[in-house]
Structure formats: C-alpha cells, structure tokens
C-alpha cells in the first residue's frame, strides 16, 4: 500500500534500528498500512550502508554512546525538542520504545495518542543509581506513569506479566514477540553477492552455523566455538560476528588459532546490517545461546532480536533453555542445550547439524513464520491502536 499524505506516525526510540530491529519491523508494517512512519533516534554504532525504504525516514539528533552526562543532557534536550517541532507535522499517532522517549512522548502528545512498546525490561533500581542516574530516574517516572500509555506491550509474555505486577495494572499489556517484518519478495541475488564478498570461497559449499551480535560470556561464545570444534563435521562451517579487541575476544580467537578445524571458523568484527542480513541469508543454524541466571530476573525474560531474523531467514535455531524458546524448540525448529555447558551446546550442535542436511524443515519454518512469528502478525496491537484513534 503507498502511504497516504498527512497520515504520518512517529516513532521514538534511544537506540538506533540498526541496533533495535523490531522498531524498523514495526516502521515497515505501519508503511505497510499507508502510514508515512518517522523514526527519531541517535546515531547508530555503525555506518549504515543501506538508505530506509521508501516512506520512512530515519532521523537522528546526534550521537548518543560514548559520550559524558552533560553531553548526554544537552543532547536529550535536543532530542525533546526535536520530537516538539515534529508535532507540528501532526502524527495521527506516536509509538515510544524506551524509557525515555516514553516520557518524551508523554511531554510531546497533547491530544495524539501515544503507545508504549517497552523493548527494555526498565525498572528502577536503588542499587543502580548512582551508576546509571538517566536511566534509572526514566525509569522509574516511565513506571509511575505507564497507565496513561493508550496501548502498552512488551515483547515476552514474563515481562508483560512483570510489568502488570510492578506498576499494579489493571490490565494485561499486550505481547509483541521480537520479530521481523517479512518481505513478499527479496533480492536474494545481491545477498547472496555481498555473502560472497564477505567469507571465503570454502565456506560457500557448507551448512553455515552463524551468530550475529555482541560477543560477551553471557552469550557463550566461547562455549559455542569449542562445541564446534568438539564436533569438527567437515561438511560444517561457523562464522561469528562482534569480534572487539578485548580479553574475552582473544580468549575466542586464541581457541580458534589452535584448533583443528580452524579453517571452518570465520570471526569477524561489527558488520554493516546489509552484511548480516546477506549471512543470515545464506547460513543454515542461527545461534541464540544466552546463560540465565535465577537471581537475575532481566536474564530470564530474556527477547532476543536475533531469533526472529534468524527465522525470517529460514534459519534453524542453536538455543539454550528457556522460556523463551521453549515454543520454538516444540515447534520442531530449534535444537536445545539443556545447559550452556560445553557438552549440551555439542549435542544440541549434532542435532541441530543433522536437522539441516535435508530441507524439510524449511517448510516449518516457513508456515510458522507467515503465519505467527512476523511482524506483520505480531504488531496487530499497534496498528488496531492506530486505526483505531486516528484522527479523520
């Protein structure tokens, strides 16, 4: 559908899409819906080589990592006011993802209405203070004052369930699972072109193990490249990207400098998001592996964005145990660590391994993507929101 003149919704997020993909999933599917969309946010981490689609517009006040607390200030003023000015482009609707731009939103909205998609879990901490003062106080206005968002979701059933008991709701928030929008057609020929400039000739003949993301020990990415190894299938290659120059990294490179089947393990640093979407394009097993922790409520309710992409890719899942995952696991389309412990990661590797060298379960994931886990379903919320108190 073209999107309409005057029908414009605003979306306001901290963190940039490249790094926030169910924000530029939920911007596709309002376009989708005739909606011109506007995203305002800070700069990302990385260079984006890709513009946005038409009919929406990504617009960042500056960068926001890496810099002092005044800085960080001056440019959150900058950032209110700039969402000001773009009211007077008359939204039919705004869509907060954090904290912040909720209560941003909150300031801004007059008589639009506002939805608050809570992508974080954002609760207030004493502990945390001092450390973290911004978030921590946005955090704790944002959840004094969540009542009065016109629609609220989040995107795990536990944090709805959460966020319902912390602030004393009187309804259920809607849950909007980390998915990605799904595209009629793509161009498989260009992704398949950037793959190619990206990994060696090798690599191109076999069935693709990927993680894409930050690379830390929560993560287990050390575990997961001694599994590999452990398992050393010939006909199976792993690439890792987020490689950083620091002492968890080097531990990673170091295994691999000494391992057999070294030649089969590409790690790469941050890349551009055209080159991870052409890896997961072209890879065979998504890698999700988070290590949970009981005292760590955050962990457990755990929403990686990572899973939906991987699905939309037709990637079969590599995950640990958990909640989260435990439907894609009874669906037939991911292999489960029963512990992030080297040993379960490898038996979980040979099957998910197994799994792919016949294409039955592309299907599975297929059907189950159209049907459930995309964007274009998952964002239902939203949208009856918006068509619901549009203005005329």
């Known amino acids: 559908m073209t999107p309409t003149r005057g029908r414009m919704v605003l979306l306001l997020t901290l963190v940039h899409p490249d790094f926030l993909p169910p924000v530029y999933a939920v911007a596709q599917v309002l376009r989708g819906e005739g909606y011109h969309v506007h995203i305002l946010t800070f700069d990302s981490y990385t260079t984006s080589d890709t513009a946005p689609e038409s009919g929406i517009v990504i617009e960042s006040v500056g960068k926001h990592h890496g810099i002092g607390l005044l800085q960080r200030l001056a440019l959150r003023k900058a950032y209110r006011q700039r969402a000001g000015m773009l009211m007077k482009e008359e939204p039919v609707a705004i869509v907060a993802f954090c904290a912040f731009t909720y209560l941003c939103g909150l300031k801004i909205k007059g008589s639009t209405p506002l939805a608050y998609h809570a992508l974080e879990v954002a609760d207030f901490l004493w502990a945390s203070l001092k450390r973290s003062p911004l978030s921590q106080i946005n955090n704790l206005l944002a959840l004094r004052r969540v009542h009065l968002a016109g629609v609220l979701a989040t995107p795990t059933v536990q944090r709805s369930a959460w966020l319902a008991g912390r602030c004393k709701l009187q309804r259920m928030p809607h849950t909007i699972l980390n998915t990605a929008y799904v595209r009629p057609v793509q161009d498989e020929q260009n992704m398949d072109n950037v793959y190619k ?95 949970t922790y009981d005292t760590d409520i955050e962990s457990v309710m755990i929403a990686p964005n990572k899973v939906g992409e991987y699905l939309a890719k037709g990637l079969y899942l590599l995950v640990c145990q958990s909640e989260y995952m435990m439907p894609l696991v009874m669906k037939g389309i991911a292999s489960q660590a029963s512990t992030p412990d080297v040993q379960d990661i490898e038996t979980a590797l040979k099957t998910a391994l197994s799994t792919v060298k016949s294409d039955v379960y592309k299907e599975q994931i297929r059907t189950f993507v159209r049907d459930f886990y995309c964007m274009q379903v998952q964002a239902a919320p939203l949208v009856s929101f918006i068509k619901g108190n549009s203005r005329s």
């Open 197 to 291: 400039e990206l990994v060696p000739e090798a690599f191109w003949d076999k069935k693709v193990v990927l993680y894409t993301g930050a690379v830390n020990d929560r993560l287990c990415i050390r575990e997961m490249v001694q599994a590999f190894c452990n398992v050393n299938d010939p006909s199976a290659a792993l690439i890792i990207t987020g490689i950083k120059d620091n002492e968890y990294c080097r531990s990673v490179s170091e295994i691999v400098s000494n391992a057999a089947c070294r030649s089969r393990i590409l790690l790469l640093p941050y890349v551009t998001r055209q080159q991870m979407l052409a890896l997961q394009a072209s890879a065979h097993i998504g890698v999700c592996l988070m290590k």
